[in-house]
């Protein structure tokens, strides 16, 4: 083993740290080769420490949330993997009192609440335990895999209902990448279609701030129960994948092919360039959904990033799009 990882090990403290662990088991693609190093953040603090001690070790980190973006390289990681696991959910503020809205009837007591959620918090526990308080406004992203983390760094969105996360976001605690933790306004993160800042600044967040609404609890698991149901049948399950792999198209590529109501679905292109289904041994494009790959296993990573090269090559002939993906690739390919 290198020099600079025994250091490391030993700052992390070594019976936390493994070595050679196999990545494929925190992908919901399943795939992965090994990392150097191996370490699970349970606290903030632990994060924190695991960021700044790479860097101060010269050594590459990649933090790995729920793994539901991702396609690992068989030749794994060569760094440390910081797979976060910090869990706490905290009631910060209040907003409310006597008001009246313009056209509404007065109202009393609290209208919105804030919460500070930490980055590894499963994005389905924190609906649910939103939902379960009656608050509003996470009740679209109800089944959505992954953790609040990777939530902000790709914006999830629902699509169907026209919800992105970062609506909802007020404030973050990051950390720099010489692991310096600093605070920010939900402005800073420019939220737009599969995008934040920390795409360019590669910063890690630690926790954050959320803002929700009062609502009616039955209600809202009633919508979230909808949204699900969508889900359901939308989407392929019961299969490995790492959801939709390329992202929509530009509005701009949609009227110049006069796509169906203008549709930016990329799965769309996918399907028209005749790849709907479209397999190569156990691995292919769903059948239920084009910009799904989808396999149940005996496949390697190299065999996806076949398949992707395919649908590029094939919508790029066909309709002059360039697809890009959503799913971040890790390590060499
Ligand atoms: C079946 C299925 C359905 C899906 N449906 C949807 C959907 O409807 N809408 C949607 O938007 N997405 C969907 N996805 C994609 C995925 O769930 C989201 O992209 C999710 O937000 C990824 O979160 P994660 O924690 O799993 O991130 P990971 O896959 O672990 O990581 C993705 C990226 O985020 C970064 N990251 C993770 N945590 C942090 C952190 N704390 N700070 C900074 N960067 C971090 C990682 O380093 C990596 O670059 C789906 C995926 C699957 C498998």
Redesign the pocket.
């Known amino acids: 083993m290198k020099a600079i990882y025994t250091e490391l090990k030993k700052a992390l403290g070594e019976a936390r740290v493994l070595e050679a662990e196999p990545l494929y088991k925190?992908?919901?693609?399943h795939l992965g080769g090994t990392a150097d190093l191996f370490f699970r953040a349970q606290e903030s603090q632990d994060?924190l420490n695991a960021v700044y001690l790479a860097a101060k070790f010269d050594t590459p980190f990649?933090?790995?949330?729920?793994?539901?973006?991702?396609l690992i390289s068989d030749k794994g990681f060569r760094g440390l993997v910081i797979k976060?696991e910090?869990k706490r959910i905290k009631f910060v503020g209040a907003k409310g009192g006597k008001e009246k809205p313009v056209g509404q009837k007065i109202r009393t007591g609290v209208h919105t609440v804030y919460i500070e959620v930490d980055?590894?918090v499963?994005?389905n526990r924190l609906v649910r335990y939103s939902l379960d308080q009656g608050l509003s406004g996470l009740q679209y992203?109800l089944?959505?895999?992954?953790?609040?983390?990777?939530?902000?760094?790709?914006?999830?969105?629902?699509?169907k209902k026209g919800k992105f996360?970062g609506e909802r976001l007020v404030g973050a605690k990051?950390?720099d990448k010489k692991g310096k933790q600093k605070e920010v306004a939900g402005e800073y993160f420019k939220f737009g279609y599969?995008y934040s800042i920390?795409?360019k600044t590669?910063?890690?967040?630690?926790s954050v701030v959320l803002e929700l609404i009062v609502g009616d609890r039955e209600e809202l698991w009633l919508e979230a129960t909808e949204v699900i149901n969508y889900?359901n049948t939308t989407?392929?399950?019961g299969v490995f994948?790492?959801?939709?792999t390329f992202r929509n198209i530009p509005k701009s590529d949609a009227i110049r092919l006069s796509t169906p109501n203008l549709t930016v679905s990329a799965g769309y292109l996918i399907e028209r360039a005749g790849l709907k289904g479209y397999s190569k041994g156990p691995i292919r494009f769903s059948d239920h959904h084009s910009n799904?790959i989808i396999h149940s296993g005996g496949v390697k990573a190299s065999d996806v990033l076949e398949l992707i090269n395919t649908a590029k090559k094939r919508v790029k002939d066909a309709f002059g799009v360039e697809l890009k993906e959503?799913?971040?690739l890790?390590g060499e390919f």
């Open positions: 925190y992908s919901t693609f994060l990649f933090v790995i949330g729920g793994g539901s973006n991702l976060n910090t980055s590894g499963s994005l992203f089944g959505q895999p992954g953790t609040v983390g990777g939530a902000v760094y790709i914006n999830a969105h629902n699509m996360f990051l950390i599969d920390l795409q590669h910063e890690i967040v630690l889900r989407q392929p399950h994948s790492s959801g939709c799904f959503e799913i971040v890790v």
